[in-house]
C-alpha cells in the first residue's frame, strides 16, 4: 500500500495555525478509503477507514487507545447519523459494532469510521473525551446521535486542560478530514423567508404528519429548514429518547417566541432530516423516515422498490424485486410479511402483514413509526400500502411483530433458506 502526503494550515478558529499532513493511500494503484491526519507537533493521529477495511486493516496504529466516530450515510452520501465512542483497543471495539450489526444488537449501519488515537491515552482520558465529543455532536444537533449514554470522568485541573487541548485537536481534524458535524449549523437569517413572503426559501420540500399536526420543510443549500407555520408535537414526556440538544433548542424557541401556540413563527435551519424530525416530534426519530418527499409518496431520501409493482396487486412478491435481490420472509399467525436487503439495511415490502396487537417489549422506535405509518395510512387493515426502508433486520422485524425480536432469527431467506429458530408467531421479549 503506497501513500500519497499533502499537507495544509487547518487553524480553524482554535488552535494558532499549524500544519496538518494528510497522508491518503493507494491500494494497486486505486485510491482507498483509508486517511490519516495529524497536527504537526502532536501526538495525536487521525484515521478514516471504511467498514470494509477494518477486519483485514493490519496498521498497529487502528490497534492503540482513542476516541471514535461511526458514520452511517445517508441516500444523498452525506452523514446523517453517528455513534460516539472509546476504546483501549479501537479495532477490536469497531470489529465489536460489526458483529453486533450481524447479530442484530445494533439497529444502525454505519460505513466510515473516524479514529483518534495517541499513545498517552488511557481510559479515564478517553471516557472524559467521548463524553466531550458526545455533548458537542448533539449540541450541534446536525446529526442524529446513536450513543445511548457516556460516562463523567473527575479530573484534576492540569488533565483537564490537557485534554480540552485534545479535544480542539479532534475538531480541527474532523473538520480537515471534510466533516462538520461538531459544528452547529449557521443560516443565513436572509434565507429564512416564508414561501409567499417578501423573499422565497427555496429548494426540496418535505411534509411530516403526525397525530395531531403536521410538519413542513425545505432541503436547500443551508441545510434542511424547518418552515415557519410548522405544528410542534408539544407533549415531549410522552417519549424518554428526546436528543438533548433537540429538547435545549425547544425551550430556547418557547423562551424567544420562535414556538408559540404549538407552531413554529419562524424558519429554523437543522443540518439533518434527523434534527428537524426529532426538535418537531420531542423523541428521537430518523428523519429519513419521517419526512415525505411533496414530488412522491416516498421517504427523504428513499426509492420505493417496488414502483413496478400494479396499484392493484396488494401481495408483496419477490417478482416485483430487481434481479438478484435477496428476499426473506416471516409467516405470521395471519399471514406473511416479506423484505429485500439493499446497501441502506432491510426494506419491508408492500403488502407485507403487520401484527398490531403490540407487545410491552416493543422498542420505542418501533411504536412510533407505527403510530405514523397508521396516522399517513402506510398501514391500512394490517398491511403496508408502501415499501417500508429500515436500517437493519431486528428493526423491521420489531415493527412486524410489535415486539422485541431477533431479526437474525426472525426472517428466513426465501428460496432454500433456513427455517426462522423462533416461533412464527411469538415475540422475543429480552432481544433486539
Avoid at 77 to 98: A, C, M
Avoid at 99 to 120: C, I, M, P, Q, V
Amino acid at each position: 500500500m503506497t501513500d500519497l502526503c499533502d499537507s495544509r494550515n487547518e487553524s480553524e478558529g482554535g488552535l494558532s495555525a499549524r500544519s496538518v499532513e494528510i497522508l491518503q493511500f493507494f491500494r494497486d494503484d486505486v485510491l482507498c478509503d483509508l486517511m490519516t491526519a495529524r497536527i504537526c507537533g502532536s501526538s495525536l493521529k487521525a484515521i478514516k477507514i471504511s467498514r470494509n477495511d477494518v477486519v483485514s486493516c493490519d496498521r498497529s496504529d487502528i490497534r492503540g487507545a482513542g476516541v471514535y466516530f461511526l458514520l452511517c450515510t445517508g441516500e444523498n452520501g452525506e452523514p446523517d447519523g453517528v455513534y460516539v465512542g472509546e476504546s483501549l483497543g479501537l479495532q477490536g471495539r469497531l470489529k465489536n459494532h460489526i458483529s453486533d450489526y450481524k447479530r442484530g444488537k445494533e439497529d444502525y449501519y454505519w460505513n466510515h469510521a473516524l479514529l483518534f488515537t495517541a499513545a498517552d491515552l488511557d481510559k479515564t482520558s478517553t471516557l472524559w473525551l467521548e463524553d466531550a465529543l458526545f455533548e458537542m455532536v448533539e449540541s450541534a444537533g446536525q446529526m442524529e446521535v446513536y450513543t445511548k449514554n457516556t460516562v463523567k470522568q473527575t479530573l484534576s485541573e492540569f488533565s483537564r486542560l490537557a485534554l480540552e487541548n485534545v479535544l480542539e485537536e479532534i475538531r480541527i481534524l474532523t473538520v480537515t478530514l471534510g466533516y462538520r458535524f461538531l459544528e452547529k449549523l449557521r443560516v443565513d437569517s436572509s434565507d429564512q423567508q416564508v414561501p409567499g413572503s417578501n423573499g422565497v426559501t427555496s429548494g426540496k420540500e418535505y411534509r411530516y404528519s403526525f397525530s395531531g399536526g403536521e410538519a413542513r420543510a425545505v432541503e436547500n443549500e443551508n441545510g434542511f429548514v424547518l418552515l415557519a407555520g410548522s405544528d410542534i408535537r408539544m407533549n415531549e414526556s410522552e417519549v424518554a429518547s428526546i436528543p438533548e440538544s433537540a429538547r435545549r433548542l425547544r425551550e430556547q424557541c418557547l423562551v424567544d417566541g420562535r414556538i408559540k401556540d404549538g407552531k413554529t413563527t419562524s424558519d429554523i435551519g437543522f443540518r439533518s432530516p434527523s434534527g428537524a424530525a426529532s426538535f418537531v416530534f420531542g423523541g428521537s426519530i430518523s428523519g429519513r423516515i419521517a419526512w415525505k418527499c411533496l414530488d412522491s409518496a416516498s421517504e427523504c431520501g428513499t426509492q420505493s422498490v417496488t414502483e413496478n409493482l400494479s396499484s392493484t396487486d396488494s401481495t408483496c412478491s419477490p417478482d416485483s424485486c430487481a434481479s438478484g435481490d435477496t428476499v426473506y420472509f416471516h409467516k405470521l399467525e395471519h399471514g406473511e410479511a416479506r423484505a429485500v436487503l439493499n446497501h441502506d439495511g432491510l426494506v419491508l415490502l408492500r403488502g407485507s402483514d403487520i401484527r398490531l396487537n403490540a407487545v410491552a417489549s416493543m422498542p420505542e422506535q418501533a411504536r412510533i413509526r407505527r403510530e405514523q405509518c397508521l396516522a399517513d395510512k402506510e398501514i391500512v387493515d394490517g398491511k403496508t400500502t408502501v415499501d417500508l426502508q429500515f436500517r437493519s433486520m431486528s428493526a423491521a422485524a420489531c415493527f412486524v411483530l410489535g415486539g422485541s425480536v431477533n431479526g437474525k432469527r426472525f426472517w428466513t431467506q426465501l428460496n432454500g433458506g433456513e427455517p426462522c429458530q423462533d416461533d412464527a408467531g411469538s415475540v422475543n421479549g429480552g432481544e433486539e
